[in-house]
């Protein structure tokens, strides 16, 4: 299984990204599909989740202004981040939880597959 996470990059605050991440070995379909970030020196933060039941769940501090999305056909995740903030800088992370429950989406040990990871840079 892997899943590969694309699309980060330099933007200024204000600006907009798209994140994608794509899978092989696994379908998307019937699966929660997590975004998480970690900046240098903090602990990996949940960011955002398409649930398998079609629902979808933010943090507070992302609320508004990211849009996470899914296209099971396609085997794709996204993560559309607009209003982008100097503190969104981080290394954000797709992932994939096959057994996790809806109280456990947060947490990130809800998921069993994991992206590598890509940079997003937001300057002030």
């Known amino acids: 299984v892997q899943l590969q996470a694309s699309g980060g990059g330099l933007v200024t605050a204000g600006g907009t990204l798209r994140l994608s991440c794509a899978a092989s070995g696994l379908t998307f379909r019937a699966k929660t599909l997590g975004w998480f970030r970690q900046a240098p020196g903090k602990e990996r933060e949940f960011v955002a989740a398409?649930?398998?039941?079609?629902?979808?769940l933010y943090s507070d501090s992302v609320k508004g202004r990211f849009t996470v999305s899914r296209d099971n056909a396609k085997n794709t995740a996204s993560l559309q981040m607009n209003s982008l903030k100097p503190e969104d800088t981080a290394v954000y992370y797709c992932?994939?939880?096959?057994?996790?429950?809806?109280?456990?989406?947060?947490?990130?040990?809800?998921?069993?597959?994991w992206g590598q990871g890509t940079q997003v840079t937001v300057s002030s």
């Open positions: 992932a994939v939880s096959i057994r996790g429950i809806l109280s456990t989406f947060r947490n990130s040990g809800a998921y069993e597959y």
């Open positions: 398409s649930t398998r039941s079609g629902g979808t």
